[in-house]
């Protein structure tokens, strides 16, 4: 039971905490996730096949850049590579959501419990923060942010090539999930906080930057669904390769419509 002193100290509570609901479900089911996506993603890296299903392309491959590729669009890099295409453009787009800074929350809380949640202890005797390393890298997002801004555009991209079947133009099954892939990964990448602040930072006067203003409420109603929006993008970009990987290896087939 807790007690305070005269003197107007901190109650002192001999229990590690006093909630009795099920505060540990949220972090349990984040690092289940998170921790099957970190697994997923490393194998689809160095799979380095059934990734290309005319004209169907793994988000996770894309833009192939490696001569070796099945689909060589975007080939620019030479023989010499003798890994998977994957990782040479895995890491920007990795690096942009390890860094997110809803994502920091999310596995600060489910894999180091610093805190596990609200009113909970941490885990950890010290925690500094991002000061040291190697969370001080956590610092360099707002770079990750550049780099990953042409993905969305890129995978749009694919998304309308993935309307010309070898039969003709039309219209799959893929085709509508590479679309819905393309466009929560630009809401998710838009709704960023660097993002927010590219658009109306270090400004005094938002009456003299009418443009930038306007950018700046459109991005501040994003932002405030980057959390649904961060979940999404990551079920939609494991669910197209997916898709594309069963299509690839003949698991099923890509029902389409020619115009």
């Known amino acids: 039971?807790?007690?305070?002193?005269?003197?107007?100290?901190?109650?002192?509570?001999?229990a590690r905490t006093l909630r009795r609901d099920r505060w540990w479900l949220q972090p349990l089911v984040t690092v289940t996730v998170l921790a099957?996506?970190?697994?997923y993603g490393t194998w689809v890296a160095f799979a380095n096949r059934d990734?290309?299903?005319?004209?169907?392309?793994?988000?996770?491959?894309?833009?192939c850049l490696a001569k070796s590729c099945e689909e060589?669009?975007?080939?620019?890099?030479?023989?010499?590579?003798?890994?998977?295409?994957?990782?040479?453009?895995?890491?920007?787009?990795?690096?942009?959501?390890?860094?997110?800074?809803?994502?920091?929350?999310?596995?600060?809380r489910s894999f180091w419990w610093a805190p596990p949640a609200c009113a909970v202890p941490d885990a950890r005797p010290r925690y500094t923060g991002e000061t040291r390393f190697p969370l001080i890298l956590q610092n360099i997002h707002r770079y990750f942010f550049y780099l990953a801004?042409?993905?969305?555009?890129?995978?749009?991209?694919?998304?309308?090539?993935?309307?010309?079947f070898p039969e003709g133009l039309g219209i799959g099954l893929g085709t509508i999930i590479l679309l819905v892939n393309a466009a929560f990964l630009a809401l998710y990448t838009l709704s960023c906080h660097s993002c927010r602040h590219l658009c109306g930072g270090k400004l005094n006067t938002f009456s003299r930057h009418p443009v930038r203003f306007?950018?700046?409420?459109?991005?501040?109603?994003?932002?405030?669904?980057h959390m649904p929006l961060a979940w999404i993008s990551l079920v939609t970009v494991a669910l197209a390769d997916v898709y594309v990987r069963l299509v690839a290896t003949?698991?099923?087939s890509d029902p389409r419509w020619l115009f």
């Open 72 to 108: 060589p669009t975007w080939a620019i890099v030479g023989g010499w590579w003798p890994l998977s295409p994957a990782l040479l453009v895995l890491p920007f787009p990795l690096g942009f959501r390890l860094t997110c800074y809803y994502y920091r929350k999310a596995y600060y």
């Open 36 to 39: 099957g996506f970190v697994i």
């Open 250 to 252: 003949g698991t099923i």
């Open 1 to 14: 039971m807790a007690t305070r002193t005269v003197n107007g100290d901190r109650a002192r509570i001999g």
């Open 214 to 225: 306007w950018m700046w409420q459109k991005v501040s109603a994003l932002n405030a669904r």
């Open 51 to 63: 990734y290309f299903a005319d004209p169907y392309l793994s988000p996770f491959y894309s833009p």
């Open 149 to 164: 801004l042409p993905f969305p555009i890129i995978l749009g991209w694919d998304a309308i090539r993935a309307f010309s």
